[in-house]
């Protein structure tokens, strides 16, 4: 037992309370990024968690020792020089018109928020509304967001004659701002056809599990209710958010009571649809990398929903598919039968090879192309698998056939309005 006097316990504990207050709100403040000192100028600036910079340089003005207003952010990796910023700064933030110009010869410029890109028009920046609907995030569903854990959705709804609604799910650990920066032209496009858009803070889960549906369910409600939104529904997603839009329509047409609204049409955008043939291949690409990071969270994602590997828990996998390629008659792919699908792919495996070391095998559009196939069979002539080869680019200008822009937006927006007069 320890011989310490009154005194000397009481300011131990009042150091602990004082240590922990200190790291709450060193917590609460940023967990995503990194904080840097400008040692010449005092000034704090702030990277997105993704940057490697470790040092800085700002020419511009501060308050409260952030950086504020106009002025050049430039910053260093192990003392190279890897990113210039040059534009508008609030809270140490990119934060206005700006411009990000990196080593490799990648751009971002336009609009941005807190950090984040906007690369809306100022017209739609001004429609646009954050919806919050929860001021907890206790499943996790939406990683990025500098802990902020709020669950939300971004609106962009037209004021009058709304036609219908298009919902939007972002890509694992895609942030909101990065869709609607990178559906930009279809976002103008829907907004000018009377077409109400939606994105949804949901960029965890590999599996749609019935928590996440329920909250998918909540948002949908919430933007019905409040905007008066017709029943004329389409659901398109990225990657991740592509196969939870093809599944959520699966959900929905097996049983209208499961999910909040009936899509009358969804397109993926190269999202997975198959998760045992998705695990086999982050088995294998962790064979070739170890500790990959997107195989390891893959792994992880479907192992815990799941509850364990393909061999101990082959229904649940089959559950949470879009389609599964074992089954003959597609698994869930049934449940599509009737309803207009578009997938879309850029399948260009030599850019996979020479980029990612990564084969046919181990890319979304074998299972894609197959699921098609398999609709096509059962009867669904409006079933497409769309090919946009070369049309991959990010934002930044960087070539990569995994991104939005292999959706071609006033095609995709022709398509929408169609089905949703085709099926009234």
Known sequence: ??????????????????????????????????????????????FKHTFTEDSVTWSGSCANGMAEGKG??????????????????????????????????????????????????????????????????????????????????????????????????????????????????????????????????????ITLTPEVVKFMNKMIDHARKKYNLPDRWVIGGFSSGGLFSLRYTELANEDSTATAIRPMAVFSCDGPTDLTNLYQSFTRKLKKIPGHHEATYGIREMEEYCGGSPETSAAKYEYYSVYSHQRQDGG?????????????ADVDPDWWIQNRQVDLYDMNALDQSAMILCLREKGNEKAEFINAFGKGYRIEGNRHPHSWSIVEPQDCINWISASMSSNK
């Open 1 to 46: 037992m320890s011989t310490l006097p009154k005194r000397a316990w009481f300011l131990q504990i009042v150091v602990f309370f004082l240590l922990l207050l200190q790291g709450t709100l060193v917590h609460a403040q940023d967990t995503e990024g990194n904080f840097l000192t400008d040692p010449k100028s005092g000034c704090t600036v702030w």
């Open 72 to 205: 050049k952010l430039t910053g260093f990796t192990k003392g190279k020089q890897t990113s210039v910023y040059t534009g508008e700064m609030k809270g140490g933030k990119p934060n206005g018109e700006g411009e990000y110009i990196f080593e490799n010869g990648r751009r971002l410029k336009g609009y941005f928020t807190e950090g984040e890109p906007l690369f809306l028009s100022p017209e739609l920046r001004e429609r646009l509304k954050k919806n919050i609907i929860s001021e907890t995030d206790e499943m996790e569903l939406y990683a990025g967001d500098n802990n902020k854990q709020q669950l939300y959705y971004h609106s962009l709804i037209p004021d009058k004659d709304i036609k219908g609604v298009i919902v939007l799910l972002p890509g694992t650990w895609e942030t909101t701002e990065h869709v609607l920066s990178s559906m930009s032209t279809f976002c103008e496009i829907a907004y000018r056809q009377q077409l109400a858009v939606m994105v949804l803070s949901i960029n965890q889960r």
């Open 332 to 344: 869930n792919a049934k449940y599509l039968t009737n309803t207009p699908v578009r997938i879309y």
